[in-house]
């Protein structure tokens, strides 16, 4: 497995490279993060660094129903096809960065701890093998919710509106390529108290299924990201309340929701 990060270093310079998580050193590197990127001899303590969202994605496609416990608990039947909404690049934020509460909203804000897909290169109309190629590696997601918005008007479920405000996608601390998914679990806790922990492989569709079929209803770009959708355990947060959405060998994703 190799693990990616995007950061800033001490003197407020952006850059990329790769993480070893035994040693905690950075090794920059130059190019494009999805285009044969090159080492260099620049290396950092990677507590030196501060840590941003991983990738800078065109789009955040967000799956809905996607677990089989989850299916269940709702009572609904698994969808035939990956039921998805489109989230705006700017709701994206890093790892501890804040979530902001939207000023025209004070209701209820809920956590989703997810995975994350990173495509790696453009993808459109790709069978199951084809996508499996375009994945670059996995982060971990929160994917936040105005969730009183959801149903504020009877006639139109606002998905887009309720997850699509600045700061409303967490991402990272990193992208993990060659990381097996099948073997993983993830956990959501909110204040330390354990809310979500689920298997990864109760997906109803896989990661390389889900690319190829998003692939056949819109063209996915390098960085894009597809969250995966939740299981069971989605919950509020309160105003001030650190949320940390975690799966070993990716890593924590830790965020606030600033009051």
């Not at 190799?2 to 310079?13: A, C, K, S």
């Not at 489109?86 to 000023?103: D, F, L, Q, T």
């Not at 994945?135 to 969730?147: E, L, Q, R």
Request: aromatic letters at 8%.
């Amino acid at each position: 497995m190799t693990t990616w990060i995007r950061f800033r270093d001490g003197d407020g310079r952006i850059g990329f490279g790769t993480l070893d998580p035994h040693s905690g050193r950075v090794v920059q590197h130059d190019g494009a993060l999805f285009d044969r990127p090159r080492p260099t001899d620049i290396t950092f303590a990677a507590d030196d660094l501060t840590l941003l969202a991983p990738c800078e994605p065109s789009k955040i496609v967000a799956l809905w129903n996607n677990y089989y416990a989850l299916s269940q608990k709702l009572d609904k039947a698994p969808p035939q096809h990956p039921l998805f909404l489109i989230k705006p690049p700017m709701s994206v934020i890093g790892p501890n960065e804040a979530i902001r509460r939207p000023r025209s909203y004070h209701g209820k804000i809920a956590y989703e701890g997810e995975l994350g897909i990173v495509i790696g290169k453009t993808v459109s109309g790709a069978s199951v093998e084809e996508a499996e190629e375009a994945i670059f590696g996995y982060t971990c997601v929160n994917d936040v919710t105005a969730i009183e918005l959801l149903q504020e008007d009877p006639n139109f479920a606002q998905w887009c509106r309720s997850k699509g405000f600045d700061t409303f996608t967490c991402l990272g601390p990193a992208i993990v390529a060659g990381f097996d998914w099948r073997s993983a679990t993830l956990t959501t806790t909110v204040e330390g108290v354990e809310r979500q922990n689920y298997p990864l492989d109760d997906m109803i569709f896989s990661p390389a299924e889900q690319v190829s079929l998003i692939s056949h209803d819109m063209t996915l770009v390098p960085g894009d990201v597809i969250a995966c959708g939740t299981s069971v355990g989605v919950g509020s947060i309160r105003d001030g309340a650190r949320v940390d959405v975690s799966i070993a060998g990716i890593g924590t994703l830790s965020n606030v929701l600033a009051v």
